[in-house]
């Protein structure tokens, strides 16, 4: 008989005196034999890690506890952090909160439907709602799960899809997830250190192994007041721990204005996901995504406006007009037949978040039409083309390389965007004749094949000309009537 596999089952413990012994109870209660339990506190001023010790001191079950407190207060994402990379060791990792209450089976049974439906990257189940009285509670999650369609059922473009456009509320929250650690080591240690680690687990399971949902209810939720996510009336300023990504930009720590800590947060969720996604493309275990690409940068050098104009100062204010400035100047090249390529985005100097190495196979107005639609989430370092005679000179101001070069370099290249309708027979000479991995292999929407002006760009000019003429229209009324 196999062994059941090691779980690891966490209390993210902080400020939770109410709460804390009904959690931990719950998980001494689990009637899973292979179980490590780590009750982490988050430097708590309250009676939370006194209550732990006591309630630890006492147990006598067979279940490994490990208790553990910060020293100091690392929040959300550091404290996940170091909770994966030091003190879980499951094969799986079963997440709970301080002020939740986990079913006795909850851990048995996420073993069970995860060895039953392949070991797949996170396991979700069912939850209840419950008040912080411990009364039943229907609110916006109970709804939520109740209604919503299930995306693990979905293919893993429309599952990822349909979170890039709908990320908020979670499908699954954090409340009641599991997910294999080894996920987790893959991609690593997450450098922008997200506070949202439900979002970062189901955005790497959504790049991997994938997921599985069963309508099991196996844990009380808790909602109150002083919820992670409750949006309290008058939000204080509070003092941040900055990642390194970002030391650059912002001193660590630094102080944000109550209504600007969300906005940060989400920059560093977004900031992850991208790295996650472009890791995801340099390991091959996903194939570029044009679409999701654009949508991914799009949100991201939104959130880069917003930090920089936040709390960058006015050098950094300048740096956001220069770049309006430069996609203006690049709509009016484009408008005016301009074929010359550049990398706009540079301007913005978001180096904490590098694009993926491109190259773009095709000389033609194909790809003369690629260039100028691509995310500039694409830096295209390149242009390869069958035709020998090309090869060396300027497409577009890049260099043509031949596909022998572009298979000698493949190491460098993170991917390659065929911007042609024969993408089948240039994919195939590729993989089959050159051997360059299949999945580096992207294919240009045939919209960015024919549409002659960058997005966005027609609709940002008619609405200038708009802007104007109003302005116009109401001066000439204004002189008319004083």
């Known amino acids: 008989?196999?062994?059941?596999?090691?779980?690891?089952?966490?209390?993210f413990c902080y400020q939770q005196t109410e709460f804390i012994a009904a959690a931990i109870e719950a998980a001494f209660n689990q009637d899973y034999?292979?179980?490590?339990?780590?009750?982490?506190?988050?430097?708590?001023?309250?009676?939370?890690?006194?209550?732990?010790?006591?309630?630890?001191?006492?147990?006598?079950?067979?279940?490994?506890?490990?208790?553990?407190?910060?020293?100091?207060?690392?929040?959300?994402?550091?404290?996940?952090?170091?909770?994966?990379?030091?003190?879980?060791?499951?094969?799986?990792?079963?997440?709970?909160?301080?002020?939740?209450?986990?079913?006795?089976?909850?851990?048995?049974?996420?073993?069970?439907?995860?060895?039953?439906?392949?070991?797949?990257?996170?396991?979700a189940h069912a939850?209840?709602?419950?008040?912080?009285?411990?009364?039943?509670?229907?609110?916006?999650?109970?709804?939520?799960?109740?209604?919503?369609?299930?995306?693990?059922?979905?293919?893993?473009?429309?599952?990822?899809?349909?979170?890039?456009?709908?990320?908020?509320?979670l499908p699954y929250i954090g409340a009641a997830l599991a997910y294999r650690r080894d996920v987790?080591?893959?991609?690593?240690?997450?450098?922008?250190?997200?506070?949202?680690?439900?979002?970062?687990?189901?955005f790497r399971a959504l790049l991997s192994g994938g997921m599985h949902?069963?309508?099991?209810?196996?844990?009380?939720?808790?909602?109150?007041?002083?919820?992670?996510?409750?949006?309290?009336?008058?939000?204080?300023?509070?003092?941040?721990?900055?990642?390194?990504?970002?030391?650059?930009?912002?001193?660590?720590?630094?102080?944000?204005?109550?209504?600007?800590?969300?906005?940060?947060?989400?920059?560093q969720m977004i900031t992850q996901q991208w790295l996650d996604y472009r890791k995801a493309v340099q390991l091959g275990m996903i194939t570029a995504d044009v679409s999701v690409v654009s949508l991914l940068w799009l949100q991201l050098i939104w959130r880069h406006h917003r930090f920089l104009l936040m709390k960058g100062g006015y050098s950094a204010k300048l740096r956001v007009l220069s770049y309006a400035a430069s996609q203006v100047l690049l709509a009016i090249r484009s408008w005016c037949g301009s074929t010359r390529y550049d990398y706009?985005?540079?301007?913005?100097?978001?180096?904490?978040?590098?694009?993926?190495?491109?190259?773009?196979?095709?000389?033609?107005?194909g790809g003369e039409r690629a260039l100028t639609n691509l995310s500039p989430g694409f830096h295209v370092e390149a242009v390869c083309d069958n035709n020998s005679k090309l090869h060396g000179s300027q497409f577009c101001g890049l260099l043509v390389i031949s596909p022998q070069q572009l298979k000698d370099d493949i190491d460098n290249i993170d991917c390659i965007v065929i911007a042609s309708t024969y993408f089948h027979e240039i994919k195939e000479k590729l993989t089959d004749e050159l051997g360059v991995p299949a999945e580096?292999?992207?294919?240009?929407?045939?919209?960015?094949?024919?549409?002659?002006?960058?997005?966005?760009?027609?609709?940002?000019?008619?609405?200038?000309?708009?802007?104007?003429?109003?302005?116009?229209?109401?001066?000439?009324?204004?002189?008319?009537?004083?």
């Open 1 to 11: 008989m196999n062994e059941l596999p090691r779980v690891s089952l966490f209390i």
């Open 344 to 365: 706009q985005d540079g301007l913005l100097a978001v180096d904490y978040a590098p694009p993926l190495r491109t190259v773009v196979f095709g000389v033609g107005s």
């Open 127 to 169: 939850l209840e709602e419950i008040d912080e009285y411990g009364q039943p509670l229907i609110s916006s999650r109970t709804i939520q799960y109740q209604v919503q369609s299930q995306p693990d059922k979905w293919p893993r473009e429309m599952a990822l899809q349909e979170y890039l456009q709908y990320p908020f509320p």
């Open 213 to 267: 949902y069963f309508p099991q209810v196996l844990v009380k939720y808790r909602r109150h007041a002083n919820n992670f996510t409750a949006k309290p009336a008058k939000p204080k300023p509070k003092v941040l721990n900055i990642p390194l990504l970002y030391q650059s930009l912002l001193s660590n720590p630094t102080e944000f204005a109550g209504d600007k800590v969300g906005g940060f947060r989400l920059h």
């Open 440 to 482: 580096k292999i992207a294919r240009a929407p045939y919209i960015s094949l024919t549409r002659r002006f960058p997005a966005g760009i027609t609709a940002a000019l008619t609405s200038a000309l708009a802007v104007t003429a109003v302005l116009l229209l109401l001066s000439v009324v204004g002189l008319v009537l004083f």
């Open 184 to 202: 987790y080591l893959q991609f690593g240690t997450p450098a922008a250190e997200p506070s949202y680690e439900d979002h970062l687990m189901y």
């Open 33 to 123: 034999t292979n179980l490590q339990i780590i009750i982490s506190d988050d430097a708590s001023s309250d009676a939370t890690f006194s209550i732990a010790q006591a309630l630890v001191a006492e147990y006598q079950g067979r279940h490994e506890i490990i208790l553990n407190r910060n020293p100091q207060n690392l929040g959300i994402g550091r404290h996940f952090i170091h909770i994966m990379e030091e003190l879980a060791q499951g094969e799986l990792v079963v997440a709970s909160a301080g002020d939740d209450i986990s079913a006795p089976n909850r851990v048995s049974r996420i073993v069970d439907e995860w060895l039953a439906s392949g070991k797949p990257a996170l396991i």
